[in-house]
């Protein structure tokens, strides 16, 4: 056969013998060369904005599940198309690279790491795919310093909006400037971006203040456009290709503050290990402990601060606002918290093993994993005082079917801890799991742009934030959840969506429309088609809750 692309001779490339040719000829040559797909991955590729061919594009299937071989390389003709006619059976990402375009992996948003395999059998044709290639934005601008002047070796640090228990910055990526207060972030994804520029470090100079006395001043930092904090930073919106060259970030000025204090006089100080402050915009700070439990610090930039003291028996947090001045005097109380410990016991005894149990508590999002002890008995150490749900992990493969306190079954399975733990408390384990096996509700056909999500959110324990595992769709448009205890259910699927900004209440109730609501009883498998959350659907409820 020939190898080198070429037609080759007929008998070079297996072709159907002459009509002599005996029966049991023709089976072996039938065997020798099964039947293969011309084609079993192919489609075009296409400027996004012209919706021109995009010839000489370099177009990549790779071997998935890290299985170690490379991937196959095909370049894309005059008209923009390819095919990979060989594949062994296996899931492949395709991944195409062009200069001057975002990188592209099919199924992900663009910019984006999580694609959508797809399955190859080594016979069957997939889906034609249709491939539109974004241009590379890019941001760029100037540092100056408080006096107006370029400021060399500046940190200046690219962000996007992400939610953790609140909307926070999520680091994208970092320059630095030149001697000429130059920077530029190259190769960026549309979006909404903040930019925050930090002084090098050590940077900082004498001046007077109004009465003579030197200040040592300090620059703090500083998000676009002059704002101390990222909550009133400006946001920067970014279209693909789009080029934006003269930001100008400004480095404030400010004095640095003074806190001092002492812990309670309750406190041993033996116990504790260490006093460090923590916040958003600063940071983060390791405090000295005197002898006698006093502290003092200088150079801290105005800002709100978390103080925590931390140590073998203790664990202390306290609010400190030094964003209008000073503070002296601060008193360290203690934290109040509790040990809990709580015991299971499992419904089937052939299911024992090790398992993990989760303490989530339902008022403020805290979370822990308890210690295994002997006897199925688990520790909570040093918890606050709240109301929890106790859970096990999925992969356990068991639910907590009952909660026993003090010998009586508490019917809404939360655990009230604010006075302490009410006596004996038992978890009753039942492997006899929920699943769910599902289909995307949507016109079957051509294979979609963009990977689809479903979350399953836990309507009992979502109290705080949206809490639920998630599941990626296959390229056919089906997925499972498996291992759920239970209990109610609202499911979302969301073509297109981005892990870093679900888990706000605000988000999930702008999509509660396009949602399926399900309630799931013990070892129940529920079969069912789920409404799609179009990226156009789930950018409007991004934008709704100021995304």
């Known amino acids: 056969m020939a190898t080198d692309g070429s037609r080759g001779t007929r008998a070079d490339q297996g072709g159907p013998p002459t009509m002599g040719a005996p029966i049991a000829t023709l089976l072996l040559l039938l065997a020798a060369h099964p039947a293969t797909a011309a084609c079993l991955i192919r489609g075009i590729v296409l400027d996004a904005e012209s919706g021109k061919p995009l010839p000489k594009t370099r177009v990549f299937a790779k071997p998935g599940n890290d299985s170690g071989k490379p991937a196959i390389l095909r370049s894309t003709s005059e008209q923009g198309a390819f095919c990979f006619e060989r594949l062994d059976p296996g899931a492949y990402q395709v991944v195409v690279d062009r200069p001057g375009y975002l990188s592209f992996l099919y199924g992900a948003k663009p910019g984006g790491e999580q694609g959508l395999p797809l399955n190859v059998d080594g016979q069957t044709e997939l889906p034609y795919l249709t491939i539109k290639l974004l241009r590379s934005a890019s941001i760029a601008g100037i540092v100056l310093d408080a006096n107006g002047e370029p400021r060399e070796r500046a940190h200046v640090e690219l962000d996007r909006k992400a939610w953790d228990k609140g909307w926070n910055p999520d680091w994208v990526s970092f320059a630095e400037t030149d001697d000429r207060g130059a920077f530029r972030f190259p190769l960026l994804a549309p979006g909404i971006y903040y930019v925050c520029v930090q002084p090098a470090t050590g940077d900082g100079r004498q001046f007077l203040d109004e009465k003579g006395h030197p200040v040592r001043t300090a620059e703090a930092v500083t998000f676009y456009n002059g704002s101390l904090t990222f909550a009133r930073a400006t946001p920067i919106p970014l279209q693909a290709g789009q080029e934006i060259a003269n930001l100008v970030l400004g480095l404030d000025k400010v004095t640095p503050r003074h806190l001092s204090g002492r812990l309670a006089p309750s406190l041993q100080l033996e116990d504790l290990a260490r006093l460090y402050l923590n916040s958003d915009t600063a940071p983060r700070m390791d405090v000295a402990l005197r002898k006698d439990g006093t502290f003092s610090i200088d150079g801290l930039l105005p800002a709100k601060y978390v103080v925590r003291v931390t140590g073998s028996k203790l664990r202390i947090a306290s609010e400190v606002d030094l964003t209008n001045g000073d503070v002296d005097g601060l008193i360290i109380e203690p934290e109040q918290t509790i040990d809990a410990r709580i015991s299971t016991r499992l419904e089937d005894p052939a299911k024992s093993g090790p398992l993990v149990l989760h303490a989530r508590d339902l008022e403020r999002g805290f979370e822990q994993n308890g210690r295994p002890e002997t006897g199925g008995v688990y520790l909570f150490k040093m918890i606050p005082p709240s109301i929890y749900r106790l859970e096990v992990q999925q992969s356990d493969r068991l639910f907590v079917k009952s909660l026993v306190i003090g010998g009586q079954p508490k019917s809404d399975m939360e655990l009230d801890l604010r006075?302490?733990?009410?006596?004996?408390?038992?978890?009753?384990?039942?492997?006899?799991?929920?699943?769910?096996?599902?289909?995307?509700?949507?016109?079957?056909?051509?294979?979609?742009?963009?990977?689809?999500?479903?979350?399953?959110?836990?309507?009992?324990?979502?109290?705080?934030?949206?809490?639920?595992?998630?599941?990626?769709?296959?390229?056919?448009?089906?997925?499972?959840?498996?291992?759920?205890?239970?209990?109610?259910?609202?499911?979302?699927?969301?073509?297109?969506?981005?892990?870093?900004?679900?888990g706000s209440l605000e988000l999930a109730a702008a999509l509660r429309e396009k949602s399926l609501m399900l309630e799931l009883h013990e070892g129940e498998n529920r079969t069912l088609a789920v409404p799609v959350i179009t990226p156009e659907e789930w950018t409007a409820a991004l934008r709704k809750v100021g995304m």
């Open 419 to 502: 006075k302490g733990q009410p006596g004996t408390v038992e978890l009753v384990l039942s492997p006899n799991v929920a699943s769910i096996e599902g289909r995307l509700d949507r016109t079957e056909g051509a294979l979609p742009s963009l990977a689809t999500t479903v979350v399953v959110m836990d309507e009992a324990k979502s109290r705080v934030e949206v809490v639920g595992d998630t599941v990626t769709v296959d390229h056919t448009g089906k997925f499972q959840v498996e291992a759920l205890a239970p209990g109610k259910y609202r499911l979302f699927a969301i073509e297109g969506f981005e892990e870093g900004v679900w």
